[in-house]
Nanobody, 118 residues
């Protein structure tokens, strides 16, 4: 069984920073793509950033230059450093990973709330 455990959300003022972490545990063979999505109330879940096993990254236009995704393969952990946060970044952030356990499948974290006050 594979689990993803997220941490690092919270309340921050506009212009502030937060760092999200997501650690995968359990019966893990390999991990290729890791990433973060977010969902604000009334909105669809949207991609924030992804990173592949070769450390290539891709970001939503709305977060480019402010957010940085990284991974520690030794710890099976993906991070999202969020700087210059704005109220429109308020959402529940979900990590996801494509993991080979008994087979390849996508796993999701439980979600962590990020609230940015103006």
């Amino acid at each position: 069984q594979v689990q993803l455990l997220e941490s690092g959300g919270g309340l921050v003022q506009a212009g502030g920073s937060l760092r999200l972490s997501c650690a995968a545990s359990g019966s893990i063979g390999s991990i290729n793509v890791m990433g973060w999505y977010r969902q604000a109330p009334g909105n669809q879940r949207e991609l924030v950033a992804i990173i592949n096993s070769g450390a290539s990254t891709n970001y939503a236009d709305s977060v480019k230059g402010r957010f940085t995704i990284s991974r520690d393969n030794n710890k099976n952990t993906v991070y999202l450093q969020m700087n210059s946060l704005q109220p429109e970044d308020t959402a529940v952030y979900y990590c996801y990973c494509n993991i080979q356990s008994t087979r390849w499948r996508t796993y999701w974290g439980q979600g962590t709330q990020v609230t940015v006050s103006s």
